[in-house]
């Protein structure tokens, strides 16, 4: 079943349930994805869906972030919720040795052996860990090994 059937299902059962929290959520994803289906116009891929809830899910974690340091701790659980919701939909996450074990053969294949290289190896990286691992600290870690 595609992401976006998984997502129009997961609506009507919401629906059904009476959920408003989730259905909220799994709406904000469906206009997302449509906005930008509208922008691009284009039919998005499992690729792209995914890189939008990716996405979605990196602005309510720094949210999170940023209601905590002002002591909104009410806000914070509200996007913590639609967190919750998102990673539903995404794929499974690489766990550290999974991750590790990607970068190291990205590293071998683009013959990577100074921060240079770094573009090299987070482009061959992109496709694999996309919606899976936080940009962020994937490219941390390639830092560290290269630095």
Do not use: C, H, N
Request: proline share 1%.
């Amino acid at each position: 079943m595609s992401l976006i059937e998984q997502l129009k299902d997961a609506q009507k059962a919401a629906m059904r349930a009476k959920e408003k929290a989730r259905l909220g959520t799994i709406r904000l994803a469906m206009a997302a994805i449509k906005q930008v289906e509208v922008d691009t116009q284009t039919t998005l891929g499992e690729d792209e869906i995914t890189a939008v809830l990716t996405k979605m899910v990196k602005q309510r974690r720094d949210s999170i972030k940023q209601y905590e340091e002002a002591g909104r701790q009410d806000l914070a659980d509200v996007e913590a919720a639609e967190v919750l919701v998102l990673q539903e939909f995404l794929p499974q996450p690489l766990s550290e040795a999974e991750l590790d074990a990607l970068i190291e053969k990205a590293m071998a294949d683009a013959g990577a052996s100074s921060m240079q290289d770094m573009g090299k190896v987070m482009g061959l990286l992109k496709s694999q860990v996309q919606g899976r691992a936080d940009m962020a600290v994937v490219s941390k870690k390639i830092k560290a090994r290269l630095g």
